[in-house]
């Protein structure tokens, strides 16, 4: 298995640009989530899903943030608008109980 | 809220010496919990997954223990390289909820 895969690596976009991540679980994990790391905050969960379903978006910064998961081999996570504060590396990770989860490469994003 | 606390923050230690990275969390109703190891501006490789039931894993030079009554498990390095450098994270994920919460980490440094 090619693990987690996350696109692009890189993203410097304008503030005010819409932005999408993009994931792609492994195959037959039925736990897919977002966290984001800065070097203030650590490691942040913004939102998961279980089975394609969101279970929890409570980390989701605000509404600017949205996330979907259309089937289960693929997932995004979109800031409509985005603002410098939402510099940061972006990683997905899957699961499937009782594994333990696995974390794509991230996706680093500047917003200038 | 699943607190989960690293210590220390930071350790250099001279090649060849045992490494000692302590992780403490505040409840106990894990499923189970894992260590990371995470190369500057790279993503989270996992390194040991405890389950819950278990008391220690072992990988090569590396064992983890686990006491989830008293909410402690340590990862230990035997050997230490220049190679084990890093930022080690420990991460225990919820029994209710299956969601993964990250200490700050330990950032190691061996010296050649």
């Known amino acids: 298995d090619a693990g987690v895969i996350q696109s692009p690596r890189h993203e410097v976009t304008e503030m005010g640009q819409e932005v999408t991540l993009r994931c792609k679980p492994i195959?037959?994990?039925?736990?897919l989530f977002w966290y984001r790391q800065t070097m203030m905050r650590g490691l942040e969960l913004l939102i998961y899903f279980n089975n394609n379903v969101p279970i929890d978006d409570s980390g989701m910064p605000e509404d600017r943030f949205s996330a979907k998961m259309p089937n289960a081999s693929f997932s995004t996570l979109k800031i409509q608008p985005s603002e410098p504060r939402d510099s940061a590396v972006y990683f997905c990770?899957?699961?499937?109980?009782?594994?333990?989860?696995?974390f794509g490469s991230g996706t680093r994003l500047t917003v200038v | 809220k699943q607190e989960v606390t690293q210590i220390p923050a930071a350790l250099s230690v001279p090649e060849g010496e045992n490494l000692v990275l302590n992780c403490s969390f505040t409840?106990?109703?894990?499923?189970?919990l894992q260590w990371f190891r995470q190369d500057p501006g790279k993503g989270l490789t996992s390194l040991l997954l405890i389950q819950s039931s278990q008391r220690e894993q072992t990988s090569g030079r590396l064992n983890a223990s686990l006491d989830k009554s008293s909410g402690r498990s340590t990862l230990y390095i035997a050997a230490s390289q220049p190679g084990d450098s890093a930022t080690y994270l420990c991460a225990v994920i919820g029994s209710n909820d299956y969601k993964l919460s990250f200490g700050a980490g330990t950032t190691v440094t061996v010296r050649a």
């Open positions: 990770a899957s699961s499937s109980p009782p594994h333990g989860y696995t």
């Open positions: 409840d106990s109703a894990i499923y189970n």
């Open positions: 195959s037959g994990h039925d736990y």
